[in-house]
């Protein structure tokens, strides 16, 4: 069965210091996605990417965060300047958009900053 | 904010069918009714998703109201390692498209042996 793969399965860093959180999708996915889920919290919206460019962020998504997928396989999350808060697990999806199967999510990364 | 209403725990006996139910009395004529799980920190896993008509796949069923303001999922034959946290989610269209799914806290099912 086709996955979503994330890498890496953990990243600790220093506060301050930049982070890429990377992701293969599915590949005959169209749709790719970041949500993050702060431990013990819900899981939340990030951005949606589609056709090379965001088509939806939330308000979680600020001028921190970047999305990009340099190549025909990976999708990655940059956060430039890393908050104690920003310490939570994230999650990359993708969708086929229109195949019904919803998405798929990785395993996630947990990221801590110390 | 999340559009629907779930109760935060449930248990149900190994074997037995696990029925979850959530309300969604909200919900628009264009929108879908999803369910996600996670178990443990595992990212979501889709489990099934309709519109009006009753589904069901090799995981559930999905059975939702002629008024589509409530819907149940159910697991018919409910193990061990369906003990997880269930999700039901209003969205739109069919799994694709921008929009990015709205996670409430969703039922903690425990199922016990």
């Given amino acids: ?114 | 904010d999340a559009k629907t209403t779930q109760p935060p725990s449930m248990d149900c006996a190994e074997g037995r069918a696990a029925n979850l139910p959530c309300n969604h009395s909200t919900i628009s004529g264009n929108e879908y009714v999803y369910w996600y799980r996670q178990i443990h920190s595992q990212g979501p896993q889709y489990i099934i998703h309709g519109l009006k008509n009753n589904e069901t796949n090799e995981m559930a069923s999905l059975i939702i109201t002629e008024d589509r303001k409530s819907s149940t999922l159910i697991l018919p034959h409910a193990t061990l390692r369906d003990t997880a946290v269930y999700y039901c989610i209003v969205g739109p269209y069919s799994g694709g498209g921008a929009d990015g799914l709205t996670f409430g806290k969703g039922t903690h099912l425990i199922i016990q042996p």
């Fill in chain 1, 1 to 114: 069965e086709p996955e979503v793969t994330q890498t890496p399965s953990h990243q600790v860093t220093q506060m301050g210091q930049e982070v890429i959180l990377r992701c293969v999708p599915i590949s005959n996915h169209l749709y790719f996605y970041w949500y993050r889920q702060i431990l013990g919290q819900k899981v939340e919206f990030l951005v949606s990417f589609y056709n090379n460019e965001i088509s939806e962020k939330s308000e979680i998504f600020d001028d921190q965060f970047s999305v990009e997928r340099p190549d025909g396989s990976n999708f990655t999350l940059k956060i430039r300047s890393t908050k104690l808060e920003d310490s939570a697990m994230y999650f990359c999806a993708s969708s086929g958009a229109g195949q019904g199967l919803g998405y798929t999510f990785g395993s996630g990364t947990r990221l801590t900053v110390v």
